[in-house]
C-alpha cells in the first residue's frame, strides 16, 4: 500500500509558490521550472587543445650506408609500409665501387703475403712473429671486405628495404639524389606510438603534472581515450605560446588516430564541493550574474558569484541556502517579484 504524501509536505509546497496575497489570475504570472539548490561536488577540469603527433622515441631513420645514387623511390610522406617492403634503390657511387675493389685487392695481397711467409717458414726463413703478423695481416684485410659488402658498396644497386612496419613520416631524397654515408634517406614512425601535445595556459600549467588523468576525443568525434599526461615542459611554445603537456598513446588508444588532426582534452585538476544550480538558472547582465529563486509564489532576484562549471552545474555563492529553489527555464521574462507558476511540482 503507497504513502500519501504528508500534508506538512503539500503545504510547504502551497505556501512556497502561491502568492502573498489575492488570487494568483489578479496579476501577470510567468510559467518557470525550477531545481533545488543543493550542495554538490564538482571537478576542477581544465578544456585544452592539442595536434596528434608521431613518437619520437619511436622514429626510426633509413641511411645510407656508403656513397651512391638514388636510382628509384617506392614509398611517399604518410604512406603505410609493411615488413620487408622495398623502399627504394640505391645504386653503388664510383667511390663506393673502388672502394670494394681496394679491399678486394688488399685480402689478395694479404693471402699470397701469408702463403709466401708460410713456405719461407718450413725453411725456417722467418720467425713466428712474421708467420702471426702475416696471419693478422690476412685477418685484417677480410674484416675489411667484410664491411664493405655489408654495405652493400660491392652491388652496382642495393634494393633498400622497411626493417618494420610503420607509417613514412618523411622522405628526404628524391630520384637521382646523391647520398653520403650515414645520410639520412627516409624516416618511418610506429602507428601504434603517438604522442598528443596538448596547449596549457601559463596561469594554469602548475596545476598538471606527470600522471595527471586526461580524458582526450577528436574535436570532430566522440569517442573518449582515458589517458594520463606523461610529460610537462616547463618552456612556452614560441608558435602557439602556450605550454605543452605530452599525452603518450600506445597499442589500441592509438589506433584510429591520424597524426596531425585535432583532440580536445579534458584535464582533471581538482574537486570543490559547494552549492550549485543547474547552468540554464544562471543569468547576468551589466551588473553581473544573478538568479531567480522562489519566495511564496514569487521570484526574488539574488545576485550570485559563479564558480566551477561541471556536468551541467556551475557553483554559485550569494543569498542562497541550500534547498532553496531556482527557477531554471522561463527565467528570462522574469522581473524582480513577479508571480510565477510551476510547469510541473518540485521535487521535495
Request: aromatic share 4%; proline share 5%; with cysteine.
Amino acid at each position: 500500500m503507497k504513502c500519501a504524501r504528508p500534508v506538512s509536505a503539500l503545504l510547504t509546497t502551497l505556501m512556497l509558490f502561491l502568492p502573498v496575497s489575492g488570487r494568483a489570475d489578479d496579476a501577470p504570472s510567468a510559467l518557470v521550472s525550477v531545481a533545488r539548490i543543493a550542495k554538490q561536488r564538482l571537478s576542477d577540469q581544465l578544456t585544452v587543445y592539442g595536434k596528434v603527433g608521431n613518437d619520437p622515441a619511436h622514429e626510426r631513420s633509413l641511411t645510407s650506408l656508403h656513397s651512391g645514387l638514388v636510382e628509384r623511390l617506392m614509398a611517399a610522406p604518410g604512406q603505410h609500409v609493411t615488413k620487408g617492403q622495398p623502399l627504394l634503390s640505391l645504386a653503388s657511387s664510383p667511390q663506393a665501387r673502388m672502394a670494394y675493389a681496394q679491399a678486394q685487392s688488399t685480402l689478395a695481397g694479404a693471402q699470397a703475403q701469408l702463403k709466401q711467409t708460410e713456405n719461407l717458414f718450413k725453411e725456417s726463413l722467418v720467425t713466428h712473429a712474421d708467420l702471426a703478423a702475416a696471419q693478422q695481416h690476412l685477418a685484417i684485410a677480410k674484416a675489411g671486405l667484410h664491411a664493405v659488402e655489408a654495405q652493400g658498396a660491392g652491388q652496382s644497386s642495393q634494393l633498400l628495404r622497411a626493417s618494420e612496419a610503420g607509417t613514412v613520416t618523411q622522405v628526404n631524397v628524391s630520384p637521382g639524389s646523391l647520398v653520403q654515408p650515414g645520410q639520412t634517406l627516409l624516416t618511418l614512425s610506429s602507428p601504434t606510438h603517438l604522442w598528443v601535445r596538448l596547449g596549457i595556459e601559463p596561469e594554469e600549467a602548475s596545476k598538471v603534472h606527470p600522471g595527471t588523468p586526461v580524458e582526450l576525443r577528436s574535436v570532430f568525434g566522440t569517442d573518449v581515450v582515458h589517458a594520463d599526461v606523461a610529460q610537462m615542459h616547463t618552456v612556452i611554445d614560441p608558435a602557439t605560446h602556450l605550454i605543452d603537456a605530452v599525452v603518450d598513446l600506445k597499442g589500441k588508444d592509438a589506433t584510429g588516430l591520424v597524426p596531425g588532426s585535432w583532440m580536445r582534452g579534458s584535464i582533471r585538476v581538482g574537486t570543490r564541493t559547494g552549492l550549485a544550480v543547474p547552468r540554464s538558472a544562471v543569468l547576468s547582465d551589466d551588473n553581473g550574474s544573478y538568479v531567480f529563486i522562489i519566495k511564496r509564489g514569487h521570484a526574488i532576484r539574488v545576485v550570485v558569484q559563479t564558480g566551477l562549471e561541471s556536468a551541467g552545474l556551475i557553483a554559485v555563492s550569494g543569498a542562497l541556502h541550500e534547498g532553496d529553489f531556482v527557477v531554471t527555464s522561463g527565467n528570462y521574462e522574469l522581473t524582480d517579484g513577479m508571480a510565477v507558476r510551476l510547469a510541473k511540482e518540485p521535487r521535495q
